[in-house]
């Protein structure tokens, strides 16, 4: 939209980041368990996976192969070689990210460990491209996963246990996507391999921060989310001075039915209006009339996969031209639940185009 | 050295950055426990806190009472206002990094949150350098913390378990150390208040991968951490392609006696001899005859406070003209361990200069 133009500011507002030679997306790769591929998006998906241990032998292990198997096929599907990819951005939910230490360590490839609950693939994807846009990296791989059984492990109970779930939880997606980030020169080189295919650039970032409304339900993290995942959103059409319908889509990670509206609810306070072009990866990933999965679903692993298999095909197809990606984080623990604290939410947006 | 000068790239050697405008440190801060005041440091640090739990009602709630003091005093001693410090990059050790999520959150500024288990200090000084460098910022507050109660819960046991701790063990520092990093065109201001002062600049980063040897022993983190840094140090040195002399000092995280002496060997493997002007954060922080910390102090404080207190104060005061300065960290998670796996370890190495 003409009158709605941005020009390219290293600190735009804020909190918000614009590139002078925006990043390239080279590839992406989204690789998801039994259930999600059953889902509404399973044809999107590059690997369904049947065997929910991935070959592993506890579900942590399974987690680590199935973030090594997303972040070796986003290299191959880029056509470069492991050893061109000079740094990975990365992190997941375990504890001491454990999915990420034991699952690309046989890369060796330099590693920035992030940590940003749900949102940790838009802190990946904006890391990455700061990297590439600021010069000190050519290609980086940012990845993220997650793995239902590990999660509830991890965070709330057992399977073993069997505990009933209230309507507002949501379903922990077993998934790992990862992007191949690379310099805006090569964008010329992905359109001679791919011609019929948009390239997809990384245009900005807008950096959250720590969000904090008191909401202490564990079973209830799109209320936790919702407000980090407004303010982000609000201050990026602050920052860049635009409107909503700037952007084609606007589509947060993991809020599912009950934070989608609490965050359209808050929106409209600042007199923005998002109900006509809002997404959430948590709501389109499951049925819920046939899969069970309440509220949505949620984990890194859900807006990583989303934004890799579905996402990216309607911007390379053209049909998005321009994006707000918002994963969402819950900074969850078990230990500063049980010790009386709320969930803070965080959330990072990423300013996606099709070129 | 004449003969090992190098030049400004972005990109240098295999896993380095050197930048052409170096970010200048601002400030420093280093606020520790009572163990870690009376040990042979205690003179250097900026705040020493009798109460083991910082005015908090758990080893969390202190942790993150501890982070936040550390990261408002950084910003006092700057100068500069809170509102004028763009991004944190931050961790810490605990599970879903509670301390940092908990600890800063009040500061409301966008936030990179990071996991390097111990070398969180040297991602956080990476990307903040990185953030300024390229333009994306001009201060971020890099900052990490450890508590010894904390972490024994998190890893170890209870501390009313009142277990046996081998020789090998180290003993997590109370700490938290924070800097406010800047860009290089604020050297002059820097030198116009201190005169006496020299100006401490980060002139590069070498960023680490996880190496894994497959030691297992959780009481000896010293050996799981020794070879990150090996392979950290020596690409460093073949990066910059200096020998070890280039720098004053070559100043590791909290490898302790143990991990000291597996260091020095294996880089003599490679033809480098640091044994002259080697340095460790961890066995520098306690007196093992009268404190009872067997091979050392560890822990992410444990490299911040020891770079904020007394590295910072020999390079202003121009004792040090080089300094690498080199977190070491161990992807230690009960979890991980229980199920049978080793300890990886990780080591960010930062080139940091007097000017």
Same mark, same amino acid.
């Given at each position: 939209m003409e009158d709605q133009k941005i020009t390219s500011i @290293? =600190? %735009?507002? @804020?909190q918000s980041i614009l590139f002078a030679n925006p990043p390239v997306i080279l590839s992406g790769s989204s690789v998801v368990g039994k259930k999600e591929g059953e &889902?509404?998006? &399973?044809?999107?998906?590059?690997q369904i996976e049947e065997d929910p241990m991935f070959g592993g032998t506890s579900w942590e292990d399974a987690e680590s192969r199935l973030m090594k198997r997303a972040a070796e096929l986003s290299i191959e599907k880029s056509g /470069?070689?492991?050893?061109?990819?000079r740094f990975i951005v990365g992190g997941d939910l375990l504890g001491q990210l454990i999915a990420t230490s034991f699952g690309i %360590?046989?890369?060796e490839i330099p590693i920035f460990g992030v940590y940003g609950a749900c949102s940790t693939m838009g802190e990946s994807m904006a890391l990455g491209a700061i990297l590439v846009d600021g010069g000190y990296a050519n290609k980086v791989l940012a990845v993220t996963s997650s793995h239902f059984a590990g999660a509830e492990k991890q965070?709330?109970?057992?399977? %073993? /246990?069997?505990n009933q779930r209230p309507l507002a939880t949501s379903w922990t997606v077993t998934g790992s996507g990862a992007v191949i980030i690379g310099n805006g020169d090569l964008a010329a080189e992905v359109t001679s391999k791919n011609k019929k295919d948009a390239v997809v650039k990384i245009k900005g970032v807008t950096i959250g921060k720590i969000v904090d /409304? &008191?909401? @202490?339900?564990? =079973?209830n993290m799109g209320a936790c989310m919702a407000p980090a995942a407004y303010t982000t959103i609000s201050q990026n059409l602050k920052d860049l001075n635009v409107q909503p319908n700037y952007y084609d889509r606007i589509i947060t990670g993991d809020l599912g039915n009950v934070g989608k509206e609490i965050l359209i609810d808050l929106l409209k306070q600042d007199g923005y209006d998002i109900s006509s072009n809002h997404m959430d990866c948590g709501i389109e990933i499951f049925d819920p009339n046939t899969q069970d999965t309440h509220s949505g679903g949620s984990g890194c692993g859900c807006s990583a996969v989303t934004f890799t298999g579905y996402v990216m095909q309607k911007l390379k197809r053209k049909e998005w031209k321009r994006v707000l990606f918002v994963p969402t984080g819950a900074l969850h623990s078990t230990v500063s639940f049980n010790e009386g604290n709320p969930v803070p939410g965080i959330a990072h947006g990423i300013i996606v185009e099709a070129e």
């Open positions: @290293k =600190m %735009a507002g @804020k &889902g509404p998006l &399973g044809s999107f998906f590059d /470069y070689q492991q050893d061109e990819i %360590a046989d890369l965070f709330r109970f057992p399977l %073993a /246990y069997g /409304y &008191g909401v @202490k339900d564990t =079973m």
